[in-house]
Nanobody, 126 residues
Framework: QVQLVESGGGLVQTGGSLRLSCTTS????????MGWFRQAPGNEREFVAA??????????GDSVRGRFTISRNNDNANVMVTLQMNRLKPEDTAVYYC?????????????????WGQGTQVTVSS
């Protein structure tokens, strides 16, 4: 059974930091593009960040560029993806989802991702 499991969410004050992790299992995702998306109540799912299979190419949404960093570890049998979030703002409050896509093309389009985690809540208080 393929699983993507997010962890690391929680409550943090404005200006604080959180580190999200996504652990995969059930399939070899070492050649897949991995991404993070988020969704706040009443909003569409928003692209946050993506990383190529090699880890050499990273992409960010405009609202998080310069504050968030995505990385991945392909060394183990189960690929792990992390999202380091710094200088958090109340508008970063959302459920954050980890996802996997076969291709790096259209990395910001959530419809191009084939596997999804259940999400982890991030709440930033003002």
């Amino acid at each position: 059974q393929v699983q993507l499991v997010e962890s690391g969410g929680g409550l943090v004050q404005t200006g604080g930091s959180l580190r999200l992790s996504c652990t995969t299992s059930g399939r070899d995702f070492s050649m897949w593009t991995m991404g993070w998306f988020r969704q706040a109540p009443g909003n569409e799912r928003e692209f946050v960040a993506a990383v190529s299979w090699s880890g050499r190419s990273t992409y960010y949404g405009d609202s998080v560029r310069g504050r968030f960093t995505i990385s991945r570890n392909n060394d183990n049998a189960n690929v792990m993806v992390t999202l380091q979030m710094n200088r958090l703002k109340p508008e970063d409050t959302a459920v954050y989802y980890c996802a996997a896509a076969k291709s790096l093309n259209y990395y910001s389009d959530y419809l191009r991702y084939d596997y999804w985690g259940q999400g982890t809540q991030v709440t930033v208080s003002s």
